[in-house]
């Protein structure tokens, strides 16, 4: 039986609601997962941190910090493609509602898709799969192997492609990690020079390499088309 809010069955007068003069308190969560005395304590606007934390606590809370945001990227990744797939025609209502920025959702979506749960590596961050993303799957799954095994930051990957690609235009051979690919065909755009400018600073702004960042801005811009035309 439906009741109000003072016990009432359904039918009779509602029970009137007034907003509390006072605001809601804030929730506390551990960092690290236990509600314990001394631990740093996040809230929706910012950390809770004991004077006098040991600064191995604050090391450790750092850690579980950086955790969080690297799945984080996953998660809605993962999020905005079921929402994708199984609801096309009220998904974008469903990120409205959550707050979040499209754009933003519509590249960790890019990357989740690129690759299946079973082949992303626990070990390397969120943003050493993105740089992988535009690449062929034996291509991404050679890098990944090579930047796990020799502990590469995200710099040192981006790098090590970068003289990959040196190398192969050097010898007019195909870059490549550690597999070879049959050689795709190419083709010259004729971008003016203000316009390069300006996509060169956009890539820099998402520490992403330019032409990585050039294909992965056309890929997802050719999917939202694509999807727009199959709606």
């Known amino acids: ?8 069955p359904e039918g009779e007068q ?3 609601f007034r907003r509390s003069p006072h605001p809601a308190p804030r929730t506390y969560h551990a960092v690290d997962g ?7 304590l996040t809230t929706n606007v910012g950390l809770q941190i004991p004077a006098g934390l040991a600064f191995e606590e604050w090391e450790r809370a750092g850690r579980r910090l950086s955790g969080l945001v690297n799945s984080s990227s996953w998660w809605l990744g993962d999020w905005l493609v079921y929402g994708k797939d199984h609801y096309s025609d009220r998904y974008e209502r469903g990120i409205r509602a959550a707050g979040l920025q499209y754009q933003t959702l519509r590249n960790y ?20 799969h993105a740089e992988l993303a535009p690449l062929p799957v034996e291509e991404q799954d050679a890098w990944l192997d090579r930047a796990e095994q020799l502990g ?3 710099k040192q990957l981006r790098g090590a492609i970068r003289l990959a690609r040196e190398d192969a235009a050097d010898t007019g051979r195909e870059p490549a990690a550690e597999t070879e690919r049959p050689a795709e065909p190419t083709r010259r755009l004729a971008v003016p020079d203000s316009r390069l400018q300006w996509w060169h600073k956009a890539a ?4 992403t390499d330019f032409e990585q960042w050039v294909m992965a801005t056309l890929d997802n811009a050719a999917e939202q088309v694509l999807e727009e035309a199959r709606a």
Do not use: K
């Not at 039986?1 to 009432?8: F, I, L, S, Y």
């Not at 820099?204 to 520490?207: I, K, P, S």
């Open 14 to 16: 509602p029970a009137r």
């Open 204 to 207: 820099e702004q998402t520490g």
């Open 152 to 154: 590469w930051t995200t």
């Open 34 to 40: 236990e509600q314990r005395h001394g631990r740093v």
């Open 1 to 8: 039986m439906v009741t109000n809010r003072n016990g009432g």
């Open 109 to 128: 979506a890019w990357v989740s898709r690129r690759f299946d749960v079973v082949r992303r590596r626990a070990g390397l961050s969120f943003q050493h």
